[in-house]
C-alpha cells in the first residue's frame, strides 16, 4: 500500500531534474504536473526559469509534456505561449493520462519520469501506470481550496514515508 506512495527521488524543485541526471537513465520525456511543481498555482504564466529549464530538456532531445488535473484553459494559458503539449483534467491519480501521455510522446515507461509536488495524484497516479516519479517540494506551501484536503491525507502519509527514511535530497537525482 504505502509503496504506491513511494517516489523514486524527492527534492527541493524541479529544476534539479537535470539533461544530465535523465540522460544517464536513458529517459527521453518527461511528464509534469503543473500547479505548485513549475509554478505557483495562482500564476498564470512560466518564469524565465521554468522556461530555461524547460529548454535546457529539449536542447538535450528530451521531450516535455504538462499533465495538470487543472482546467483547459489554465493548462493551456501555460502551455500554448511555450508550445508544449499537455493533458488538462487529468483525473490524476486515475492511470489513463499516463498512458496517453507515454502514447503521445512515443515513449515506454523506462523512457519517461513523472514530475510532481502531489503524493495523492501524481506519485500515486505515476505509481499505478508503473512510470517512475519525482516528487518535488511544493512552489508555495499555500493550495487551491480542492488541494487541501489532500495535502491532510498526504501529511499522514508523509510522517509514514519520513520514518521509512525518505528525505529531500540535494544534489544526485536518484541514489542507484
Ligand atoms: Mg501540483
Not at 484536503?149 to 525518505?166: A, P, W
Amino acid at each position: 500500500m504505502l509503496k504506491r506512495f513511494e517516489p523514486v527521488a524527492y527534492v527541493p524543485s524541479a529544476f534539479c531534474v537535470t539533461p544530465e541526471a535523465l540522460q544517464k537513465k536513458g529517459i527521453r520525456a518527461v511528464m509534469t504536473d503543473l500547479d505548485n511543481t513549475l509554478i505557483e498555482w495562482n500564476r498564470a504564466h512560466a518564469t524565465d526559469e521554468v522556461i530555461d529549464w524547460i529548454r535546457s530538456l529539449q536542447r538535450a532531445n528530451i521531450d516535455v509534456l504538462v499533465m495538470s488535473n487543472n482546467n483547459e484553459e489554465r493548462v493551456r494559458t501555460f502551455c500554448e505561449p511555450l508550445g508544449l503539449p499537455y493533458i488538462a483534467r487529468a483525473n490524476k491519480p486515475l492511470k489513463g493520462a499516463f498512458v496517453e501521455g507515454m502514447r503521445r510522446l512515443g515513449v515506454t515507461r523506462d523512457e519517461v519520469v513523472m514530475i510532481g509536488d502531489q503524493l495523492m495524484t501524481d506519485v500515486l497516479g505515476a505509481n499505478r501506470a508503473g512510470v517512475p516519479v519525482v516528487l518535488v517540494l511544493p512552489v508555495v506551501q499555500s493550495d487551491a481550496k480542492a488541494t487541501k484536503f489532500n495535502r491532510f491525507v498526504e501529511s499522514k502519509i508523509m510522517n509514514t514515508l519520513q520514518k521509512r527514511g525518505l528525505r529531500v535530497q540535494e544534489g544526485e537525482l536518484w541514489n542507484n
